[in-house]
T-cell receptor, first 111, second 116 residues
């Protein structure tokens, strides 16, 4: 599975959009991009995933570049409860299903 | 959405004790469950992959005789830490997935294990 690169940390003002980037330049054609977040002392929470089209759900939007080498997770109106570590993970459909977690981005939402 | 329940949420026990952690998928049948371990200020590390009715597949460096995994049904997997020692103290997290397509894994809330 392709490796991802994320900034170590980011700050965002409450109420503003949080844009979290992820580079996955070695992504293969059958690999999906998954986003999870982990709030302190809890298990990771699934946010969204996509293959090549942009995706949106009640939590966030996922923008994937046309060459699929990078993506951006957008939280449209960040709240203090969105403070967490956000993980971008690439995984092929139909493989063993393993998710390999990197260090993620620590997002701090400030009042 | 999919719910995965993990029990207990916290365990404190003496060195040498064996501890069992349960992971249940509450509203779906999980073909595969995964066990992770997370040390303070570190990311999650995959320990093993568990398929219902078959032996677990362990990641390199994880002792299968130390960490016993049983996946007897499509909704339940258990991790037993045998003869636990202080260095086994960690945050253990399970996840479950409906199938091996593009469906996302869903995680439990983790078990904080402290060995005295």
């Amino acid at each position: 599975d392709a490796k991802t690169t994320q900034p170590t940390s980011m700050d965002c003002a409450e109420g503003r959009a949080a844009n979290l980037p992820c580079n996955h330049s070695t992504i293969s054609g059958n690999e999906y991009v998954y986003w999870y977040r982990q709030i302190h002392s809890q298990g990771p929470q699934y946010i969204i995933h996509g293959l090549k089209n942009n995706e949106t759900n009640e939590m966030a939007s996922l923008i994937i570049t046309e060459d699929r080498k990078s993506s951006t997770l957008i939280l449209p109106h960040a709240t203090l409860r969105d403070t967490a570590v956000y993980y971008c993970i690439v995984r092929a459909s139909g493989n063993t299903g393993k998710l390999i977690f990197g260090q993620g981005t620590t997002l701090q939402v400030k009042p | 959405g999919a719910v995965v329940s993990q029990h207990p949420s916290r365990v404190i026990c003496k060195s040498g004790t064996s501890v069992k952690i349960e992971c249940r998928s509450l509203d779906f049948q999980a073909t595969t469950m995964f066990w992770y371990r997370q040390f303070p200020k570190q990311s999650l590390m995959l320990m093993a992959t568990s398929n219902e009715g078959s032996k677990a597949t362990y990641e390199q460096g994880v002792e299968k005789d130390k960490f016993l995994i049983n996946h007897a049904s499509l909704t339940l997997s258990t991790l037993t830490v045998t003869s636990a020692h202080p260095e086994d103290s960690s945050f253990y997290i399970c996840s479950a997935v409906l199938d091996r397509g593009s469906q996302p894994q869903h995680f439990g809330d983790g078990t904080r294990l402290s060995i005295l």
